[in-house]
């Protein structure tokens, strides 16, 4: 099942759309919730066809052109895609309108623009890439169902390469209502300090990545994603530690072969202990976390995969994100297992080796 | 990859029946879900036609036989109603006796609760139960949960190919030795979301739709969920279960040529079959029955017909679209008509395209009008096409 990560565009809350960097000035955060830096979109997108694009669309199609630029690959083998929410901007313009209006005199822009499969549709039509393409929309298994798929396809000789993604974003209206949920923490923090506020919920985050992968190394790869595993709604602590400790047998590994482990840590009290318990009783290893950093969304996995391919390719582990710190030792960073949970429910592992 | 993939139980729910035994008899004596609207709260009623479900909500919930007063949507009402028929209908009887996944196929999601409510969740505390049901997510792990399911879930949202492209990566799952079986289909329940969303393109048809007719105006919109329970050969062996029909191929091809329109000589259509064909072993003419896409939209019609042509030539299998029983079901639509395909199949007939007068002057073949019963139906290859160009096909053949 193994594929080899060629390229990479991120676009986060953080400094991420130069690779050639690995956050090297991170920037707190004090809303509520985390939005995007944006790029300068004219360098992806004609100013004609910029125009008619909302912020998620223009987001999705610079990142897919700045991975396959990084990987060097004009037309993917298949272009697959994972989104938690979709494009919730254009769905609140289209529901307020038919709300707001009574159902009567509707435009179908913003109605066009909503299904969940408009970016990885828009990124074909951008690259004029007729081949396999799909769309997850899954919680916390949306891009990790996407890159399943797409490993499938190399694994299986349909593609030698495949673009995938995850997008999420958020937006006043959105945040206005999650913030009503106990998944979001109730009061205003310095994204940085996270894990300072012991408190339940979590901070919103949204981000848009691409990553090109294929089925052979080459002189841009970044690690190899050795396999994946999803979990639906574990039972306990020592159920993860279990799947996880099987998980690495079945690839040839034990616990003590992993160097980094990085952790979906999201400062809620009520969730963290997956975390806490496999540093605390499993691993005795080097620990990162990164929702500080990008926020928790649906797809944030995108961002676990993107750091833990950034530490393999540049070997180091920024200080922002080392959990843990008083016991980090500095070592080769070979195998890298990413851990992360989507409120309790959907678990997902990524084992990546340089 | 040697291994063969079978569609060992179905079930449905859809505006011509609540369970397949409902939906077979409605298929034979030709009677369609198209009415005036009954259940969704839309200004709409009595002007645009629809096939719903014939339930109200709390009908549903006791169909169903979950607590009332829990967040479910419509979607996982009619989803769960569908998988369990699925399962049942397999002769499973203890679910995780084998790796067993859930797939199901969404683009709406939880809108009909949200579009509802959407107002109190932004400026009340009232309803806010139902901010979690929004997402596509929540109605397949609902629906997991209902059904036992714990191995997989996942779930597609390519519009209306969506469940389509769940039983495409069930199949490529079980091939590849990840899962024994897998619940594949999908769900969608009417919305004023979508209903306007349509409405606004121009291709509701005010009269019940008359797919690949000259003078055809539109598509109806129905609501609908469908399961097939796709097995592994090893896992048919071991139980002996009857198998109804087996997954031969598939295809899958971005259009990439408009968001809601396809290119008039239908590539996108073309290529997704022609894959599936080439998946499947089978020569075109080995095909006995098409079950088109079908929605009896202008572009859509043209568009598929010509695919059609292309593949085929000009003297193609009989070929139907049964959106004229059950309205376009969008997300479901995959998987309704990967039922009635596996039924066609299973009863060696095949269903009539309604509402049919006029041959489209652009084809140079027409659907079959008349029930058509002891055919030889031995391959039947379904199309779903979705916005964004996501054009998926399917291969049911006889096992």
Redesign the interface.
């Known amino acids: 099942m193994e594929v080899y990560i060629q390229g990479i565009g991120n676009i986060s809350p953080q400094n991420t759309s130069d690779n050639s960097t690995f956050l090297n000035e991170p920037l707190n955060h004090e809303a509520g919730y985390l939005l995007c830096v944006e790029p300068n979109y004219k360098d992806y997108i004609n100013p004609i066809q910029l125009r008619r694009m909302s912020k998620l669309i223009k987001m999705g199609i610079t990142a897919s052109k700045m991975c396959l630029q990084e990987a060097g690959i004009e037309n993917p083998g298949a272009i697959i895609t994972g989104t938690g929410l979709g494009l919730v901007g254009d769905t609140e313009k289209f529901l307020n309108q038919v709300l707001d209006y009574n159902e009567e005199f509707l435009t179908p822009t913003a109605f066009i623009q909503s299904t969940h499969n408009t970016i990885s549709g828009q990124v074909a039509i951008a690259l004029q890439c007729y081949n396999y393409n799909n769309t997850y929309s899954h919680r916390g298994f949306s891009f990790e169902s996407a890159l399943l798929d797409g490993m499938l396809l190399i694994h299986n000789k349909d593609a030698e390469n495949v673009l995938v993604g995850g997008f999420d974003e958020i937006t006043p209206e959105h945040y206005s209502i999650v913030k009503k949920t106990r998944w979001v923490k109730k009061e205003n923090i310095n994204s940085l300090e996270l894990l300072n506020h012991k408190t339940q919920g979590s901070i919103v985050g949204e981000g848009v990545a691409f990553f090109s992968l294929a089925g052979e190394r080459n002189d841009k790869t970044y690690a190899r994603i050795k396999n994946i595993k999803t979990i639906y709604k574990p039972q306990s602590n020592e159920e993860v530690a279990e799947k996880i400790d099987l998980f690495l047998k079945e690839n040839g590994l034990s616990k003590e072969d992993i160097d980094l482990v990085v952790l979906g840590l999201n400062g809620n009290t009520e969730t963290d202990h997956y975390y806490n318990y496999l540093s605390d009783n499993y691993f005795n290893t080097n620990y990162a976390y990164f929702k500080h950093l990008s926020g928790d969304f649906h797809t944030a996995g995108t961002f676990g995969l993107w750091f833990a391919a950034m530490a393999v390719k540049h070997q180091m582990v920024p200080q922002i994100a080392r959990y843990r710190k008083e016991n980090f030792i500095e070592k080769p960073i070979r195998n890298v297992l990413v851990y992360n949970h989507f409120r309790n429910v959907d678990h997902s592992i990524f084992l990546l080796t340089q | 990859?040697s291994k063969r993939v079978f569609v060992t139980g179905i079930g449905i729910i859809s505006g011509i029946g609540k369970n397949v035994e409902e939906t077979l008899q409605s298929l034979i004596e030709g009677k369609s879900g198209v009415e005036e609207i009954k259940y969704l709260r839309?200004?709409?009623k009595g002007t645009i036609p629809v096939s719903e479900v014939k339930f109200s909500e709390e009908e549903l919930i006791e169909m169903a036989g979950v607590p009332a007063g829990e967040p479910y949507t419509r979607s996982t009402l009619i989803g769960m109603i569908a998988a369990a028929e699925a399962v049942k209908n397999a002769h499973i009887f203890d679910i995780k006796d084998k790796r067993t996944g859930l797939i199901s196929g969404?683009?709406v999601?939880g809108m009909d609760k949200?579009?509802h409510y959407?107002?109190d969740?932004?400026n009340t505390?009232n309803h806010?139960k139902y901010?979690?049901t929004?997402?596509?997510?929540?109605s397949?792990?609902r629906i997991?949960?209902y059904i036992g399911v714990?191995?997989?879930?996942?779930?597609?949202?390519?519009?209306c190919s969506s469940a389509a492209?769940s039983m495409i990566?069930g199949s490529?799952?079980i091939?590849?030795g990840m899962l024994d079986r897998v619940i594949a289909g999908g769900i969608e329940s009417l919305t004023?979301?979508?209903m306007?969303?349509f409405?606004?393109?121009m291709i509701l048809d005010r009269e019940p739709c008359k797919p690949f007719d000259e003078n055809r105006k539109g598509l109806n919109l129905g609501e609908g969920a469908a399961f097939v329970v796709l097995e592994s050969e090893e896992s048919v062996k071991e139980s002996g279960k009857k198998v109804l029909a087996e997954l031969t191929g598939y295809g899958?091809?971005?259009?990439?040529?408009?968001?809601?329109a396809s290119t008039p000589e239908g590539?996108?259509a073309y290529?997704a079959m022609k894959e599936a064909l080439e998946r499947s072993g089978l020569k075109p003419e080995q095909i006995d029955y098409i079950n088109a896409h079908g929605t009896g939209t202008e572009n859509n019609d043209i568009s598929e017909g010509r695919a059609i042509e292309t593949l085929f030539g000009t003297n193609p299998p009989k070929i139907s679209s049964t959106k004229s029983y059950t309205g376009h079901t969008t997300s479901a639509a995959g998987g309704v008509e990967a039922v009635i395909s596996v039924l066609a199949i299973q009863h060696n007939m095949i269903f009539p395209n309604l509402n049919f007068k006029q041959q489209m002057k652009e084809l140079s073949f027409k659907p079959v009008t008349e029930l058509l019963r002891d055919v030889k139906v031995d391959h039947v290859l379904s199309n779903s096409f979705?916005?964004?160009?996501?054009n998926s096909a399917l291969i049911f053949s006889r096992y």
């Open positions: 990859m839309t200004n709409h969404t683009t999601g949200s579009e959407y107002h969740l932004l505390n806010i901010i979690e929004h997402d596509c997510g929540d397949t792990e997991a949960d714990k191995d997989f879930v996942s779930t597609t949202s390519t519009a492209n990566l490529r799952m091939k590849n004023r979301y979508h306007n969303g409405n606004t393109l899958n091809s971005c259009e990439a040529f408009h968001q809601t590539k996108g290529a979705g916005f964004g160009g996501n």
